[in-house]
């Protein structure tokens, strides 16, 4: 017997500013996958995210999560799902330590089980050293460390990362990608949009290309898969020379 994926996607668009950005879109995904999702500017992988993420309403489609329409319940999408987005907002007055705690109790946790969490991830993600660090005085790649951080503290079932190693120096990019493989190995499915087709070759199982806001590829990627064939496909669809 199967298990039923973590997340399915059915049918999804979304129009925005007058304009088709996503277009019938549909994939599941199992818990324990890392899916790789490539496209153009404008291709519509932002708003696939957001829409995955639970902050942005799909027009038409379902999107369900361990078979939960999770559309019509937001708290469910806060729980299970951890998104860093692109750009991800901090509040420059609360402390690196303050905001994981705020983002674990607005997942449901209490106070001691939210300071937990957050010694937790600060040791994971080595930021000890900035943990009474106010937000507004991190470095770029500081806070895009801190978005991270504040998108794993309740340790999700579904992690979405919109272009993580934005801003990432190559050590702390070296340790997103072990971070990413290790929630994967223990069962965590994992979304994550980039422009670095390396980035896609070094941890995903798999690799979906959006283009106009349709899903024009979505195949797993065979360890002979090597970095020529998945720049082929990829510029063949950006191109216009696979439609
Ligand atoms: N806040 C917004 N308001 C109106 N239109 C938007 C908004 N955000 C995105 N769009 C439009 O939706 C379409 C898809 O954009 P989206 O940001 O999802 O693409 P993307 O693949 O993430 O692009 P990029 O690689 O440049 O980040 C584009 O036509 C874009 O102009």
Known sequence: MSAAPLLNVEGVSRRRAGRAAVVDVSFSLNAGEVMGLLGVNGAGKSTSLAMLAGALRPDAGSIRLRGEDFVAQP???RQLIGWLPENAPSWPELSVEEHLVAFSRLRGANRPAARRAADAIVERLRLGDLRRRLAGVLSQGQRQRLGLACALVHEPA???LDEPANALDPVQVGELRRLIRERA????????????????????DRVAVLHEGRLRHDAPLRGDEGAAALEATFFAIATGAAA
């Open 75 to 77: 708290g469910l999408a």
């Open 158 to 160: 579904l992690i979405i």
């Open 185 to 204: 190995a223990a069962g965590a499915a994992v979304i994550l949009s980039t422009h670095v087709l390396a980035e896609v070759l070094a941890v995903c």
